[in-house]
């Protein structure tokens, strides 16, 4: 390794560092300056001497071209996967990192996207979007591309508890009746919110999928959006959540009557449940724009997410005492700390239920009457 001084010919003196690749194979990097050329050459040796030389070369490579290496290489990644980290690359990350070479990319680089991301974006969102950022620039350190990922002491926006506002069932019975008016769907606003089911896996139900004479459905299918925003059908992601639900007698009854209206019957196992226009499957965006927005608007809801439903499911399985082991079933959770964490939700009624069985068994009682003493076994 050495530096060597050259005239250009404009004049100026440039400085050549020349480095050994693994082959041994001779190349060079130019400086403009001599204290740069060996402020790189002190590094390079210094990496040499600890066993963390990285040819120099490897870096140049664009954030762009790596993390469509990055995408491609993934091949146990669910479809619906790589379609959001993809879309995620080419919104929010390539417009500022894509040409950049990833060698030059450094933590108050990644630090300043973070930044304006969460001038405009929920903190949850900025999370989603930098752990993709932070997973194509692992992957170059475990390529052998950096040393070190630039992804590192990143501050992120605090993420506070979500407060949603479960359903009542006046609100579901309001919100059925908008969706059945418009598009025969109001049955699927209590498939999200008795059997806690996804939208994906209400679209993706057929007929096959019900048992009549044992009064259960079960849950092996989902259609969710693909690469590019197709709509694709997969199983659930999980084992847990392939999974058979009992049904109600009332949610047979309304099942019946949905079969009716679009003229289906055991008798026609491949025929979608629910359907979008001309009687095609469904597609979320069409069915979120035309159906769903205006009839959470009518009903005075307009924060209100399909997702809501299978939360308020959740909550009023723990309200009704379910059993933490059947509501973690039922919801195709494969930890019950989600069952709890992300879904169930106090509410006012429980609260305010909580607070006088505490006041009973703790408070002096008013008429003077001694309370009985805690059991502290």
């Not at 963390?52 to 762009?64: K, L």
């Not at 597609?283 to 009839?295: K, N, T």
């Amino acid at each position: 390794m050495s530096i060597t001084a050259k005239k250009r010919r404009d004049g100026r003196t440039v400085y050549d560092v020349r480095l050994r690749d693994g082959s041994k194979r001779q190349y060079s990097r130019t400086f403009l300056t001599r204290k740069e050329a060996t402020t790189f050459e002190s590094q390079q040796r210094a990496d040499i001497s600890r066993g963390t030389w990285i040819d120099p070369r490897r870096s140049e490579v664009s954030f762009e071209a790596l993390a469509a290496l990055w995408l491609a290489r993934n091949p146990a990644k669910r479809q619906s996967g790589l379609a959001r980290e993809e879309a995620i690359l080419r919104n929010h990350i390539y417009p500022t990192l894509g040409t950049r070479a990833v060698g030059s990319i450094t933590p108050a680089d990644v630090q300043g996207l973070v930044r304006v991301w969460g001038q405009r974006l929920a903190p949850r969102t900025v999370r989603r979007q930098y752990g993709v950022l932070t997973a194509v620039l692992n992957f170059a350190v475990a390529s052998d591309i950096v040393l070190r990922s630039p992804a590192r002491g990143v501050k992120l926006p605090a993420v506070g508890v979500r407060h949603r506002r479960v359903l009542e069932p006046a609100e579901l019975e309001a919100l059925a009746a908008e969706l059945e008016e418009s598009c025969s769907s109001g049955l699927m606003v209590y498939m999200g919110a008795v059997l806690g089911m996804r939208w994906g896996e209400c679209a993706g139900l057929r007929v096959e999928h019900f048992d009549f004479r044992d009064r259960s459905l079960t849950i092996s299918n989902q259609r969710t959006r693909g690469w590019g925003g197709r709509m694709i059908e997969q199983p659930p992601k999980s084992e847990a959540g392939r999974r058979t639900l009992s049904l109600p007698d009332a949610l047979m009854d309304l099942l019946a009557v949905h079969m009716a209206r679009r003229g289906i019957t055991a008798a026609d196992p491949d025929a979608y449940l629910f359907v979008g226009q001309e009687g095609l499957p469904l597609e979320y965006s069409g069915f979120r724009q035309r159906r769903w927005l205006p009839a959470r608007a009518a009903i005075g809801r307009p924060d209100l997410e399909f997702h809501d439903l299978r939360r308020t499911n959740a909550t009023s399985m723990v309200q009704a005492g379910v059993d933490m082991k059947t509501a973690q079933s039922r919801l195709g959770h494969s930890d019950p700390r989600l069952t709890l964490g992300i879904y169930a939700q106090a509410t006012t009624a429980a609260d305010r239920k909580a607070a006088t069985v505490l006041a009973e068994r703790l408070m002096p009682d008013p008429d003077g009457r001694s309370r009985p003493a805690a059991d502290v076994r």
